[in-house]
């Protein structure tokens, strides 16, 4: 298995605001490729700004030690200021505004500070247990891969505020002991932005730039002092207690290498002015030496160069600093990919989506006009007539196919078993079904209502006895008035809950479960286009009308109680006779049955009667039952299309929107976009992108037609929509509606994404030559040609970025990262060699770990001091020569707050400071009495050279100076 497919033990260790930062990228990368997954990458964040902390992705609150306290400066002292009094200024050099500093808010660029915080931050169990349990985690054992008792930790931040270059090497020094104390082999690399990055690319006030770049170089000097104390190349003693009763040990480094990255190269070539592009560089960099074949032929080469070592240890030296630049070929695919799915989610509004909609809006713009010009009896377009009158238009006489398809699946031709071929009309067949269900189900929701639908018609012989005639009627009766008191409450209450469980209540059955009465059977099985339902709910609407208008239950109502109570009234009589009256004066007459026709007569109206009014009581119920139905379902469907429409009237905008999103993605990664950050973007540029687009449109041109899942999957949602907004009640409020966003997920980021990614990868998806190649086509120029010249810039591009006063010190490498796919499309061994291996020191390294898309260039100067950094050079002051080393910014910057605190010290004993004063005196302060907390009394930059300098300001001035002049460089 590869090393980047089973990573050794990694934790990335964030110090200060931009450490975090870094490795909190450095994590998401890990997790984008899958590597987090080997549950064998830890991560922790150290810092005393807990607004820096709060903005992290990855970094968790149990991942996260805040080395801060909310005690101010002045309460740690009175606590701690005897242990803290070897390397601490008195409070009484303090102004007010440190002493009450707190440290939540970060150290304010002082050093002596951010020490302060995490030596108090050390006393907290909690904090000591996050630690732990970041160890403990990747180290434990599983059923997937081996321990072998090493980790690899990586610490990353800056060397120019407060936070990270006052607590960088305590981290280190704290968790080689506490791996090692473990049993566990701990190779511990930093990786560091070095000053000038923040004062350039960040643009930091110019007041603040000197106490920055001295912050680098103390820094830089503790780093020197512990590396040579620990490797026992020093003849001075230098004692540093990174934890309490904690101190350095022989052998114990603290990084076995250390990464530095500064703001320009040694040609002066940079990254421009931008933070971002430096920090982003910092990122990937680690990430390659952590988790790529990059790492590991990096170890065998440079930090385990052991000649290289021994040769340092001869000088007196330590040989661990690494200079770093990354710059790389980049076919941007993702991007490419993204540009692709929002140029066919553009083609779609600008193709059918939006035609009715547009012509609606012509319609109504001539309307209004015809209306401003003073024309009257003009009748308004209204937006359902219009849509489904211009749909069958392109439909049925311009017969377009898009629009042929939509009104297909609404007029459908169904064939039966003998092959008949008959039309399906779907808004018929599901207001039918609809109808029926619901009458049935009103006819079924009492037994009394179940008794009275079941009610047969009086025939011939009801009614023949006379001398039960009126017992008969009397019966009669009061089933006809209770069937219709019956009807009538049933109508009351019974058909809105009869609809709420027939339509609204079907949102949650799943698809099985649909019948042919329910809605989402014909909105959404099938997947139907949204403008298909449209049409299906404009095309309801008007059937619900039409069939509204055809009901006359409700004069029905009126001529069943007018009949029930005057059917047998002698209007020449009063009071009024009902039936029964007439049935009691039937019985009572004196004639034989058989010879008394006025009997016959009644019986036979009577039976004409009661078979009257039960047909006028069934057409009551179902039309009444109809016109509550059509009522509610009308509602419905207007606020289900209002839904719809806004949906539609967003995307008229979204056009617009996304037309200006197209626009800024083809021009998004011209050949000189990426320069600034090292990338050499490749077939990226707006002729490539429209070239690529231009050739894909043929190709997917019918892609929309299949696209079943997100037409059902955008209707769900719109319905979904519109249903929370029916449940809202009065005093909730839902978030705002967008179709835009809508539109964009469901069919940029979904349907168009993933039909180009899964049907047209090949349109996309290149290897880096590939693109080389097809930009050197697209250019009208020689591939070969083309191709050496980009990798000839690129390489340049990598030179790392640390200037050196001996641009030979140390030693060159430069990787190429190439993966198999990119190697076969070169398909000639000697062009391959010619075009990445052409220079000493080129190595081309091919893995398919390495992305067919990018090749990157890796370039390394190892095996450095930090005497070879041009920026820490004293100078040579006795050579009035150009040619001459010259004093290095950082070491000017440091040398400059040093001799300005003397000298106040020396003429103004005892006065007040002022905060910035104090501060950069702090942070210089610090510098010294970190490397060498309890010194001996020899001469040189001790740690309590100023505080003794109270007492012995000549001597200590002297020690100051000697400081500079050691031998070895000016570390």
């Known amino acids: 298995m590869s090393e980047l497919a089973q990573p050794r033990p990694t934790l990335l260790v964030g110090v200060g605001g931009i450490g975090c930062w870094l490795a909190d990228r450095v994590y998401a990368m890990s997790m984008e490729t899958g590597i987090a997954d080997s549950g064998r990458i830890g991560i922790l964040g150290f810092d005393t700004d807990s607004n820096d902390l709060h ?9 996260l030690v805040q080395s801060s306290t909310a005690e101010t400066v002045f309460s740690v002292l009175g606590r701690h200021g005897e242990r803290m009094d070897e390397w ?26 951010s020490r302060m915080a995490f030596d108090v931050a050390l006393q907290d169990a909690g904090k000591l247990a996050t630690i732990d349990n970041a160890i403990s985690a990747i180290a434990s054992l599983d059923n997937r891969t081996q321990f072998d008792g090493k980790i690899n930790v990586l610490i990353v931040g800056s060397l120019a505020g407060g936070t990270g270059s006052g607590m ?94 500064d703001y320009e190269s040694q040609s002066g070539g940079n990254l421009g002015l931008g933070l971002e592009a430096y920090r982003e560089l910092a990122a990937k960099a680690a990430y390659t030496l952590l988790f790529s074949p990059v790492g590991g032929t990096f170890n065998a080469r440079a930090v385990n160069d052991v000649r290289a070592k021994i040769n340092a240890a001869f000088q007196g030296g330590d040989n661990s600093i690494v200079g770093l630049g990354l710059a790389s070929i980049v076919y941007p ?166 609809f709420h469980n027939s339509v609204i209540a079907a949102m949650f059955l799943g698809e099985t479960e649909w019948k042919d009465y329910h809605l989402e059977s014909y909105l959404l099985r099938g997947g139907p286009h949204l403008l298909q339902v449209r049409y299906f709910l404009y095309q309801l609407r008007d059937l619900i009308t039409q069939r509204t208008n055809a009901l ?71 039309e009444g039952t109809k016109r509550q139905l059509y009522h509610l379902l009308d509602n419905y469907v207007v606020q289900m299309l209002s839904v719809i429409e806004r949906f539609f009237d967003d995307l008229n ?29 490749v077939f990226a540029d707006r002729a490539a992108k429209q070239r690529t687009w231009a050739d894909l ?123 198999p796919a990119n190697e076969a499309n070169i398909g000639n061994a000697v062009r391959f060699q010619a075009l990445f291996a052409q220079a000493n020191g080129n190595t081309p390294l091919v893995e398919p770990e390495f992305p067919d898309h990018t090749l990157s260039c890796l370039s390394m100067q190892v095996n450095l001091m930090l005497r070879d950094l041009r920026k820490l050079n004293p100078g040579l002051s006795a050579e009035d020569n150009v040619s001459a080393a010259q004093r290095g910014i950082y070491y000017a910057a440091y040398r400059t707050m040093v001799d300005s605190a003397m000298a106040h010290e020396r003429h103004h004993p005892g006065t007040p400071k002022s905060l910035l004063y104090t501060a950069s005196r702090q942070a210089m302060a610090s510098a010294g ?43």
């Open 88 to 113: 601490f200024v008195d409070d009484d050099q303090l102004v007010a505004e440190v002493r009450q500093m707190v440290l939540l808010d970060g150290a304010g660029q002082i050093r002596m500070l």
């Open 653 to 681: 905008d979204l056009k617009d929107t996304l037309t200006i999103d197209v626009n800024r993605a083809e021009t998004a990664h011209s050949p000189e976009s990426g320069l600034s950050d090292g990338s050499r973007y």
């Open 333 to 498: 695919q993702t991007a490419m990919l993204e540009y692709l799915a929002l140029s066919y989610g553009l083609s779609m509004l600008h193709g059918h989506w939006l035609r009715l909609d547009d012509i609606f809006r012509a319609d109504m713009q001539r309307y209004h006009a015809r209306v401003a010009n003073g024309e009257t009896n003009l009748e308004k377009p209204t937006r359902g007539e219009s849509f489904v009158r211009n749909l069958e238009h392109l439909a049925l006489q311009e017969r377009v196919r898009f629009f042929r398809d939509l009104h297909a699946g609404v007029y459908r031709r169904v064939e039966d078993d003998r092959g008949n071929e008959t039309q399906s009309i779907q808004f018929e067949d599901f207001l039918d079904a609809l109808e029926r269900h619901v009458i049935g189900a009103f006819w079924q929701s009492s037994s009394k209502l179940k008794a009275a639908q079941g009610r047969e018609d009086l025939g011939a012989d009801a009614l023949s006895d006379k001398h039960a005639l009126a017992d008969d009627v009397r019966v009669y009766e009061r089933q006809l008035k209770a069937d219709f008191n019956e009807i009538e409450r049933g109508l009351a209450g019974v058909v809105h809950d009869l």
């Open 55 to 63: 903005k992290l992705n990855h970094l968790k609150d149990d991942q």
């Open 697 to 819: 449109r043929v190709r997917i041109e019918a892609a929309s037609y299949g696209a079943d899942k997100v037409n059902a999957a955008l209707t769900q949602a719109l319905i979904e929509r519109f249903r929370a907004e029916g449940r809202t009640g009065a005093w909730e409020v839902l978030p705002a509606f967008s179709g835009n966003a809508l539109f964009r997920e469901q069919m940029v980021e979904g349907h168009c994404r993933e039909t180009i990614a899964r049907q047209f990868a090949d349109s996309y998806r290149l290897t880096a030559l590939e693109a080389m190649r097809r930009e050197a086509v697209l250019a009208g120029r020689s591939p070969d040609e083309l191709m050496d010249e980009i990798v000839a810039l690129v390489a340049n591009q990598s030179a790392p970025l640390l200037a050196l006063s001996d641009p030979l010190a140390g030693q060159g490498y430069r990787f190429w990262t190439i993966s």
């Open 168 to 261: 960088f090497l305590q981290t280190a020094l704290l968790l080689g002991g506490m791996l090692r104390a473990r049993g566990i082999t701990p190779e511990i690399r930093g990786l560091f932005l070095l000053p000038d990055i923040l004062t350039l690319a960040a643009r930091l006030p110019t007041d603040q730039i000197p106490t920055v770049r001295a912050n680098g170089y103390a820094a830089l000097k503790e780093l020197n002092a512990i590396g040579m104390q620990t490797r026992q190349r020093t003849n001075r003693t230098v004692r540093f207690e990174y934890a309490m009763d904690q101190g350095l040990k022989r052998d114990a480094v603290p990084f076995t290498s250390v990464t530095l990255l």
């Open 929 to 971: 009495r970190s490397t060498r907390d309890r010194s001996d009394t020899r001469g040189g930059a001790g740690p309590g050279a100023l505080r003794r300098l109270r007492r012995r300001r000549g001597a200590r001035a002297l020690g100051l100076g000697t400081a500079r002049r050691q031998a070895g460089g000016p570390l």
């Open 552 to 622: 006359t239950e409700q004069n029905q109502r009126t001529s069943i109680e007018t009949t029930l109570r005057e059917a047998f009234d002698d209007p020449n009589t009063k009071p009024i006779e009902s039936a029964l009256d007439v049935a009691l004066q039937r019985t009572e007459s004196a004639v034989p049955e058989w010879l008394d026709k006025r009997f016959r007569e009644f019986a036979s109206a009577y039976r004409e009667h009661y078979n009257n009014v039960l047909a006028m009581l069934r057409k009551l119920a179902e």
